[in-house]
């Protein structure tokens, strides 16, 4: 595709209910990157892959948040016992790396997730 | 803690005047320093990023104006007109570990 695609753009959740985001990066990317944007706040960062390994997950907040990218490509965030405070926009970034330096990162359009 | 501190909050520059966003930044293993652009509902995008070894890089009405001693970085967008009007953040990063820590955002609005 010619960006960065998130599925789905909204998801409403009850509490407690596990969900899963989807994220489609740019062909030929190996870094994905997951964050989290609250309303009025900059985006937080949560894991970094390379390829299929999480080359950095210090960004996730407990072990309800998990995420996998099992072929080097999609991404899925998986978030268990939903909780009222996981309510924000989840972005995704995808960039290529040359050189051991990354390029710049492409964002999606992000999965607003509300958990009621 | 905090480690890229933006300011100001909001910002209301009138058409055709010069709007200037601030960063300071802690960690000074950072090496990549870049500006991005978002508008309500869509994600952020690159709107032009500097690494220390310049101390000032332009791209068309924008520049950035870098500060390797007192640790700040600046966004100058000139001859500002209503289409900029967005939040704009800034962002760090270092070789080897590519993960990207934002400022808190500036709502910019600019008035005809």
């Known amino acids: 595709g010619a960006g960065v695609s998130q599925t789905p753009s909204n998801k409403v959740t009850e509490k407690g209910k596990y969900v899963e985001l989807r994220c489609d990066p740019i062909?030929?990317?190996?870094?994905l990157y997951w964050y989290r944007q609250s309303l009025g706040q900059g985006p937080e960062f949560l894991i970094y892959?390379?390829?299929?390994?999480?080359?950095?997950d210090s960004g996730l907040p407990n072990d309800r948040f998990f995420a996998v990218r099992p072929e080097g490509s999609v991404s899925t965030l998986k978030i268990q016992r939903t909780e009222r405070g996981d309510s924000a926009v989840y972005l995704c970034?995808?960039?290529?790396?040359?050189?051991?330096?990354?390029?710049?990162?492409?964002f999606g359009q992000g999965t607003r997730l509300t958990v009621v | 803690q905090q480690q890229v501190k933006q300011s100001p909050q909001s910002l209301i520059v009138q058409k055709g005047g010069i709007s200037i966003i601030n960063c300071a930044y802690e960690?000074?293993?950072?090496?990549?320093f870049p500006w991005y652009q978002q508008f309500p509902g869509k994600g952020p995008a690159l709107l032009i990023a500097?690494?220390?070894?310049?101390s000032e890089k332009k791209e068309g009405r924008f520049t950035i104006s870098f500060n390797k001693s007192a640790k700040q970085f600046s966004l100058h967008i000139m001859d500002s007109q209503p289409g900029d009007s967005a939040t704009y953040f800034c962002?760090?990063?270092?070789?080897?570990?590519?993960?990207?820590?934002f400022g808190t955002g500036t709502r910019l609005t600019i008035i005809p």
């Open positions: 970034a995808s960039s290529l790396i040359l050189g051991g330096q990354g390029t710049e990162a492409f």
């Open positions: 062909s030929g990317h190996t870094a």
């Open positions: 892959f390379q390829g299929t390994g999480a080359a950095d």
């Open positions: 960690n000074t293993a950072f090496d990549y």
């Open positions: 500097i690494r220390p070894d310049v």
């Open positions: 962002a760090a990063s270092r070789r080897g570990n590519e993960k990207l820590t």
